[in-house]
């Protein structure tokens, strides 16, 4: 049974550009949430996916944006990157319909904006 | 919104002891709190959660106990290994709200 999975590991982006990370979440699951984590830090939430729309979304600007496939992967872009937005992309997955939040969580793709 | 405050943020204790995590939340509305564990360089480990209709729960060495009436809940580890050094993390959720409200985290390092 395959856990989250998330590509790339490492990506190494200069101010200014766009990236575009992905996800694909566990097997059985169909909601995909995204979350920032900055070096010593915990995870702050972005947004979560359900169905192919965005569901909740956290305090991030309109740069964060998402979306959801229909066998549930997900991606998540950034655009006109800051050299703030250096950090750890996690990505979680869920039972959309469960009545308690269970996440679990992917490695992660470390973001570094030079 | 829900605030999660957790203590210490670092732990360290001598191996075989036990050790204990404290968490408070804010929120009374709250229903779901999660313990995860992060090495390092990867993702958070779902190690254990318990939902607010129960007062403790046990794994084998971990155990969760929650206390609704004053809005905190524990981690604690018995007979800890050199594996369970990590940093460890609580969180706190409601229902139909989406987001894992997280703590800052302790680091929990194990002394051989």
């Known amino acids: 049974d395959a856990g989250v999975t998330q590509s790339p590991t490492h990506l190494i982006k200069t101010r200014g550009q766009q990236v575009t990370l992905r996800c694909s979440p566990k097997?059985?699951?169909?909601?995909v949430s995204w979350y920032q984590q900055a070096l010593g830090q915990g995870p702050q939430f972005i947004f979560q996916?359900?169905?192919?729309?965005?569901?909740q979304r956290g305090n991030f600007p309109d740069r964060f944006s998402g979306h959801q496939f229909p066998n549930y992967s997900s991606e998540l872009n950034v655009n006109a990157l800051l050299l703030g937005d250096s950090a750890l992309y996690l990505c979680?997955?869920?039972?959309?319909?469960?009545?308690?939040?269970?996440?679990?969580f992917g490695p992660g793709t470390r973001l570094t904006v030079l | 919104g829900e605030n999660v405050e957790q203590h210490p943020s670092t732990l360290s204790v001598q191996e075989g002891d036990s050790a204990v995590i404290k968490c408070t939340y804010s929120?009374?509305?709250?229903?779901?709190f999660p313990w995860y564990k992060q090495e390092l360089g990867k993702g958070p480990q779902l190690i254990i959660d318990?939902?607010?209709n129960v007062g403790e729960k046990k794994d084998q060495r971990i155990a969760v106990t929650l206390n609704k009436t004053a809005k905190h809940f524990s981690l604690h580890i018995t007979e800890t290994q050199p594996e369970d050094s990590a940093v460890y993390f609580c969180?706190?959720?409601?229902?139909?709200?989406?987001?894992?409200?997280w703590g800052a985290g302790t680091k929990l390092i194990i002394k051989p």
């Open positions: 996916y359900y169905e192919e729309e965005e569901r």
């Open positions: 969180a706190a959720s409601k229902s139909g709200n989406y987001q894992l409200i």
């Open positions: 979680a997955s869920s039972p959309g319909q469960g009545l308690y939040n269970e996440q679990f």
């Open positions: 318990i939902r607010s």
């Open positions: 097997s059985g699951h169909d909601t």
């Open positions: 929120d009374s509305a709250s229903n779901y």
